[in-house]
């Protein structure tokens, strides 16, 4: 599958942004999406999963009750809403979709992930 993200940007602390991630070439009804996020030298950070038609989803503390994250079977899409936001949250921020090669693969609860998009940057500054 193809995933391309958008609406990253720059925001003051306290805004709001909305991510988006189009899939293509994939199904992705009652499969685990998530979004990711990584700042130069760290590992990548998992940050929201969706898991099947919104049967459940699981938040990093970092982020918890500040962002929400939502899927559209019938666009192929997930998003990320993203409020109150701290100059911590600033990162480049990835879509990932369950599945794909074992090698390198980043666990989010029961979910296996390595396909990716190519990321969107946020930044939180005022």
């Known amino acids: 599958g193809q995933l391309v993200e958008s609406g990253g940007g720059v925001v003051q602390p306290g805004g709001s942004l909305r991510l988006s991630c189009e899939v293509s070439?994939?199904?992705?009804?009652?499969?685990?999406m998530a979004w990711f996020r990584q700042t130069p030298g760290k590992e990548r950070e998992a940050v929201a999963r969706?898991?099947?038609?919104?049967?459940?989803?699981m938040y990093s503390d970092s982020v918890q009750g500040r962002f929400t994250i939502s899927k559209d079977n019938t666009e192929k899409s997930l998003y990320l809403q993203m409020d109150s936001l701290k100059p911590e949250d600033s990162a480049m921020y990835y879509c990932?979709?369950?599945?794909?090669?074992?090698?390198?693969?980043?666990?989010?609860?029961?979910?296996?992930?390595?396909?990716w998009g190519q990321g969107t940057q946020v930044t939180v500054s005022s």
């Open positions: 990932a979709l369950a599945g794909g090669p074992q090698d390198g693969s980043i666990y989010f609860g029961s979910c296996r992930f390595n396909y």
């Open positions: 070439r994939a199904p992705i009804g009652g499969r685990c």
């Open positions: 969706i898991l099947g038609d919104e049967i459940s989803v």
